[in-house]
């Protein structure tokens, strides 16, 4: 769930602003998805994936990736989706 505290956000939204216009500024047009993959990937594996975590540690890195994925496409995609259906019309 990525609702942290404010305190927590303070301490990690001007690094990940930087990140974020790294990534833009190094990609350009090609490879931003590569290289936000990278950064993801060299995070996750960071974090859970140390030398002394066990299967259940290692394991949490996938549920990283899985919970981000489900609230990204919740509160992204999801009202995009919504609003193609008003403009473009219905499928079903």
Known sequence: MPYISHEQREHLDKDITNLVN??????????????????????????????????????????AFECAKLEYYRRVMAPYEDTKIETEGDVY
């Open 22 to 63: 790294t990534l833009v500024t190094i990609s350009g047009d090609k490879g931003l998805d590569g290289c936000v993959n990278y950064v993801i990937t060299r995070i996750v594996s960071k974090v859970y994936n140390t030398p002394y975590s066990n299967y259940a540690q290692k394991a949490n890195g996938i549920k």
